[in-house]
Nanobody, 123 residues
Framework: VQLVESGGGLVQSGGSLRLACQASGRFDRINTMAWYRQAPGKQRELVASITRSSMANYGDFVQGRFTISRDNAKNTVYLQMNNLKPEDTAVYYC??????????????????WGQGTQVTVSS
């Protein structure tokens, strides 16, 4: 399974970016998808997560500025980021929990990460 991210870049404070992450490979469905970020010298933290039925959860720092969404038919998750701040500067990583149905009764879950995309917000 591969997760390919796109949409990162350099933006001025107050600007917007839209990240996308598409999953490909062998699986039957994807349950949770999420975006994490890691700034230099800091731990990786959850930005937002979304279930297959599109229930979303956000980190406290988001404060209504970001929106996570997904397209199950395209195996893709998006992160719309508005009103970006310099402290949002980080590498943003896509995460997906895939499910492979091995039998009627059993399914195997696996976790995957993207390679990361840099988001830089200038002041």
């Amino acid at each position: 399974v591969q997760l390919v991210e796109s949409g990162g870049g350099l933006v001025q404070s107050g600007g917007s970016l839209r990240l996308a992450c598409q999953a490909s490979g062998r699986f039957d469905r994807i349950n949770t998808m999420a975006w994490y970020r890691q700034a230099p010298g800091k731990q990786r933290e959850l930005v937002a997560s979304i279930t297959r039925s599109s229930m979303a959860n956000y980190g406290d720092f988001v404060q209504g500025r970001f929106t996570i969404s997904r397209d199950n038919a395209k195996n893709t998750v998006y992160l719309q980021m508005n009103n970006l701040k310099p402290e949002d500067t980080a590498v943003y990583y896509c995460y997906a929990r895939t499910v492979f149905q091995v039998s009627v009764e059993g399914a195997h879950e696996s976790d995957y990460w993207g390679q990361g995309t840099q988001v830089t917000v200038s002041s």
